[in-house]
């Protein structure tokens, strides 16, 4: 029976880091840019997205309801979007062991073309919707519901003098809803190499992409005098036939009952500069998947996973010539595996750490640098992080640096095409110390962390 | 034609010439209470009609009369400061239209308003914050 929960454990958590990184590029989307006048550096550090500036969180937090275009492309709520890379692996896939229709290294791929729907439908009501069409892998079907942020109401109060924001939301992804860039989301790598062609660890914190997607969730916040943010909400799981009809299954399990969601925020912004800390958390009863698409059972028993993370960020604008950004997240999770041990009524207890961390610098919004580090670790875990998702020592433990570098020619006010025409040029490189649990034959059958070792290319067109 | 038909032919053509001024320069004679909404779907995220509760931009309350980077405890781009202009109500309809050709370098990056009503009406709800 131990082996049953082993296995519902591993696959979710592998199938997850896959959806998780998929999803990543968007937000960011000409449509906004059209409806409010506004260029995409008012809203978006590197004039591209999602790294959101004060304004932009102030859009976003306003339910994406701000005007001021002109003109009947102010009023068009569609965007489109695609991604291309070229993947190149420190060391490559063996002869025979690469994904279907791909060589064992230096991969170019289309890895996603998008349509967005995105913009306020009144003062009060406004949203962001995403629809997604890839065919790497097999964990999605071709076309899915991508990142969802729907605002049903907002409202503004004026209280002692000072803005009260108020609204609801309605999202499909713990954290799509979050104005800050610090949670998982619109987080950094905002573009990541498709972990069907680079392989990525295994072990990922519940709130970095577990619940995207196959989730439905509930919240109202507020924010006052654009300083205290509070969120409260909670998020389910819809039915497996509303699930298939979205295409995203629910690999990681369907949530039992409701799952609590807190999120709080307090910023500062002085000058050109703005900074803000924050907590977040999230607690959610399991029930694991059976390893077929959009079936889940409690029957072997229920897990629960509780995340508590606080973040911080600090970001310098200046007058748009040089700006520098800093933010990072830590996550504590304990983890209450019960699912395979109906039968002994044993439930095993571990507990899941991670920081993610990077600081960026760009010239006039068109050149950037970007260095990241992430990393996860915890004790010995067998019921998820043993032999089965790669680890030979039965622990989640790796690190990660991403630097990245980028050429973004248009998104200012003065560029060609604007709003229309933007892209994003880039390339990544990804280096492990650890990997699923070691740096040297982590996987007891002799590959080492470096390995996976990432180099990407990549072109990211929105129009 | 004697002296008195000319001054009257003139006054004529000077109040004609006066009125058709008034009603080509709509952001003199704005809907206050039209440009109160426009305020609220375009300027507010980023602008307080309060006063004293500077944003992301400074706050606007007063704005009608006030000089260029004027409001107090915000922070202005250089452009913005050096400007040395008042913001009466030409000058703001000739602003709003594009802000970065009246002001270039200003922090504001909103690309302007180029509907006369909506940008008059703006102007005559500016106006009221006092």
Known sequence: MRMSGYRVGILPLSLVAAMAIAVKPAEAIPAFAQQTGQPCTACHVGAYGPQLTPTGRAFKIGGYTQGGGDGWTASMPLSVMAVTSLTHLNTGYPTGGAPQDFGTNNNPSIDQANVFIGGGLSDHTGGLMQITWQNIGTSYDNFHLDNTDLRPYVTTFSVGGKDLVVGTTLNNTPTVQDPYNTTFAWGYPYVSPNSNLAPAPAANVMLAGALAGNSIGYTAYAQYDGKLYLEAGAYSTPGRWTLARLGNPDSFGSISGAAPYLRGAYEWQWGTNAAHVGAMFMQADINPSTGLAYQTSSATGRNRYADYAADAAYQFLGDGTHIVTVQGIYTYETQNIAAGNAMSGVTSKYTLNQIRANTSYWYKNTYGATLGWQKTWGPVNPDLYGAAGGSANNRPDSNAFIAEADWVPFGKDDSRWAPFANLKLGVQYTAYTQFNGGNKNYDGNGHNASDNNTLMLFAWMIF | ?130
């Open chain 2, 1 to 130: 034609m004697n002296e008195r038909t000319l001054r009257s032919m003139l006054s004529v053509f000077l109040m004609s010439g006066a009125l058709a001024a008034a009603f080509a320069a709509p952001a003199l004679a704005g809907d206050a209470s039209a440009g109160q909404s426009v305020f609220k779907s375009v300027c507010s995220m980023c602008h307080s009609n309060q006063p004293g509760q500077n944003k992301i931009g400074p706050s606007l309350f007063g704005v009608v009369g006030r000089k260029t980077g004027s409001a107090e405890g915000y922070t202005y781009s250089p452009a913005n400061q050096g400007a040395n202009l008042t913001w009466d109500e030409a000058t703001l309809d000739k602003y709003l239209i594009a802000p970065r050709t009246v002001i270039p370098g200003t922090k504001m990056t909103y690309g302007g308003m180029k509907d006369d009503e909506k940008r008059g009406n703006l102007i005559a709800y500016l106006a009221t914050l006092k």
